[in-house]
Every structure is written in C-alpha cells, then in structure tokens.
C-alpha cells in the first residue's frame, strides 16, 4: 500500500480544509489509518487514528474541531479540519498498518504504530 496525501493549502483563521488521504497499490480493508501533524521546527504528533472498522480515535487536541472518516469502497481516508487556527499550521500526513483484532486504534494512535507514510501536505493557517 502506498499513501498520498491532498487538500493542504493556504486557509484563514476560522476556516476549513478537508484532507484526504489515498492508497493505491492495495487495498485499507484490514487496515488502521492514522493522520499526524508535524508544525514547523517540532516533532510529528498523533491527531486521530480510525481502525478497521470504523473506530475512531482523537488526541485531546484535536476532539471538537476535527473529524476522521473513511470510505473504504474509495480507499480513502479524510480529516475534516474546522475552525483552523495559526497553531494548526504544519505539514500533515497519513499513515497506515495492518490491524490484527488485538490491536487496538487507540494504542496503535498514542504510539504512532504505523508502518507506511506518506509524504505530507501543507497546511498553512495565516490572515
């Protein structure tokens, strides 16, 4: 499986951006797809996780202004970025793994468990 990421751009303060997220070579089914935030001069970070079967997982930071979704017949994952502030700028990208039933999206997302990436797009929040 192979994964890139669209939807990055210039935004202001207070809007919106839907990410998404695109595998090709492969299908998700089976599969738990992360998405993390890297801003500019830190680490990356978890933001939400969604598993195999529809499970989603948010870090603190991002419950109340993002949403994770899937469409599996797509091979797509997306998050829906709302009420975006400066502090959101950063390059965001996906990732992906191969979800046996014990693992669990929560753990797999705190402890960023993801084997594939891809290779980011840029989200840039400024007036």
């Known amino acids: 499986v192979q994964l890139v990421e669209s939807g990055g751009d210039l935004v202001q303060p207070g809007g919106s951006l839907r990410l998404s997220c695109a595998a090709s070579q492969g299908s998700l089914d089976y599969y738990a797809i992360g998405w993390f935030h890297q801003a500019p001069g830190k680490e990356r970070e978890a933001i939400s996780c969604i598993g195999s079967d529809g499970t989603t997982y948010y870090l603190e930071s991002a419950k109340g202004r993002f949403t994770i979704s899937r469409d599996d017949a797509k091979n797509t994952v997306y998050l829906q970025l709302n009420n975006l502030k400066p502090e959101d700028t950063g390059v965001y990208y996906c990732?992906?793994?191969?979800?046996?039933?014990?693992?669990?999206?929560?753990?797999?997302?705190?402890?960023?468990?993801?084997?594939?990436w891809g290779q980011g797009t840029q989200v840039t929040v400024s007036s």
């Open positions: 990732a992906t793994d191969y979800q046996a039933p014990i693992r669990q999206i929560a753990s797999m997302c705190r402890r960023t468990e993801f084997g594939t």
